[in-house]
């Protein structure tokens, strides 16, 4: 598999600007999600907005994908690819983008998140809150001489205990100057097993939640995941990396997620309630 790199202050400045870019996007594109839009035109939007920021779209023919980013919609797990499909009022859509900034020896930064479109069910809604609270829940169990599988323990107690099921086919990874590295992340597990997490470590937390049953089939396109029971599944994503005091989100956002965390019912943990208070208040005024 290969060893697990740790970043030197210097490689961390650069992984900064990749994942600052890479949240600028995520908060950005939430502004579209709504119905009637299609997912190539999110696409679109995405892949204008990297290029003119000097970056490069990560996804884009990375192993033959054919887009700039991920869109996967209600069912659909991960790596769903944009095309025509039109979002429609009750839609989830997981939206998932990684910016390379193509500096000498350049650097990935990925993220992603679950936006509503229209108004959602209450099956829905409980589904994407649950998984945006696994992916904070994941977080709070980065630290120093931790090890890689207390991450995922944690989230599959939360989530079981909420009568939902983690994706075991897809996992969090490390990430770089290469868009996938050492460690594998699961989102499911034992504690005190994997790696020992060390300060320089930098990777992704990425829960994947279904309503049913966790086990999911890939499409004839290689590509697009489908739940197999065709329940309904949602993803939050962030790339952290681990501190000396403990953790550092390195995606953290400076806005709301329009569509996502603006929203009343939202169950917001600390990384993001900071800025949904702000906007509240902001529209109360």
């Known amino acids: 598999m290969g060893s697990i790199e740790l970043m ?31 997912t190539e035109e999110l696409n679109r939007i995405v892949h204008e907005y990297t290029i003119a920021n000097n970056a490069i779209p990560s996804p884009l023919n990375y192993r ?3 887009k700039s980013i991920c869109t996967s919609i209600n069912e659909v797990v991960c790596h769903g690819i944009p ?21 000498r020896r350049g650097f990935h930064g990925d993220n992603s998140a679950t936006f509503y479109v229209g108004t959602p069910s209450e099956e829905a809604r409980n589904l994407v809150e649950i998984t945006r ?27 079981e205990a909420k009568g939902y099921s983690v994706v075991r086919d897809f996992v969090g990874h490390g990430i770089g100057r290469s868009f996938h590295m050492p460690p594998n992340v699961p989102h499911f597990g034992s504690r005190g097993t994997l790696a020992r997490m060390r300060p320089g470590m930098v990777f992704t ?32 994503e962030h790339t952290v990396v681990v501190t000396r005091e403990g953790c550092e989100v390195l995606t953290d956002r400076k806005g709301v997620l329009k569509n996502s965390e603006d929203v009343p019912w939202a169950d917001l943990g ?9 906007q509240r208040a902001n529209q109360a005024s």
């Not at 202050?9 to 939430?30: E, F, N, S």
């Not at 600390?270 to 208070?277: H, I, K, V």
Request: contains cysteine; charged residues 25%.
């Open 8 to 38: 030197s202050p210097g490689m961390l400045k650069k992984m900064r600007t990749a994942c600052q870019l890479a949240a600028d996007t995520l908060v950005m594109i939430g502004e579209h999600v709504k119905p009637g839009v299609t």
């Open 64 to 66: 033959g994908f054919p």
């Open 83 to 103: 095309g025509p499909q039109v979002l429609k009022d009750g839609d989830i859509i997981n939206v998932d983008i990684t910016s390379y900034t193509p500096t």
């Open 133 to 159: 609270r696994c992916l904070e829940i994941g977080i709070e169990q980065v630290r120093p001489n931790g090890r890689v599988g207390d991450i995922g323990a944690a989230i599959q107690e939360y989530a």
């Open 205 to 236: 937390i990425e829960p994947m939640i279904n309503i049913g049953d966790w086990r999911c089939e890939v499409q004839d396109d290689d590509w697009t995941v489908l739940t197999a029971d065709r329940s309904l599944s949602a993803q939050f």
């Open 270 to 278: 600390p990384l993001s309630c900071r800025f949904a208070a702000e």
